[in-house]
């Protein structure tokens, strides 16, 4: 089993920056890949990012690129999410997600087994 646990979402003016942070625990160590999703109200869960735990590959949805880098920290089992020059859309609740058996970068919600809480992430005019 393995629990993952968000953090760093929040209220913050368009154009501004947040830090979303996400630690796994338990049997981390099969992790395949990580990634982070989101929900809009009245919208379907969307891929955000995503990231290979072996290696470095990583890889983003066209909205964000450039705006959003997602790294990891091995040795804190955790992943982050820089998000840059916010905008209005990019409002949501972010999930965390882990993927122990695909084995590859997966941008739809049921290639991931494990899921965090999620926080919110609001981005203001």
């Known amino acids: 089993q393995v629990h993952l646990v968000e953090s760093g979402g929040g209220l913050v003016q368009a154009g501004g920056s947040l830090r979303l942070s996400c630690t796994a625990s338990?049997?981390?160590?099969?992790?395949?890949?990580m990634g982070w999703f989101r929900q809009a109200p009245g919208k379907e869960r969307e891929f955000v990012a995503a990231?290979?735990?072996?290696?470095?590959?990583?890889d983003y949805t066209d909205s964000v690129k450039g705006r959003f880098t997602i790294s990891r920290e091995d040795a804190k089992n955790t992943v982050t999410l820089q998000m840059i020059s916010l905008k209005l859309e990019d409002t949501a609740v972010y999930y965390c997600?882990?993927?122990?058996?695909?084995?590859?970068?997966?941008?739809?919600?049921?290639?991931?087994?494990?899921w965090g809480q999620g926080t919110q992430v609001t981005v203001s005019s």
């Open positions: 997600a882990a993927d122990f058996q695909i084995g590859r970068i997966i941008r739809t919600p049921a290639g991931y087994q494990y």
């Open positions: 338990g049997r981390t160590s099969s992790t395949n890949t």
């Open positions: 990231i290979r735990w072996s290696g470095s590959r990583s």
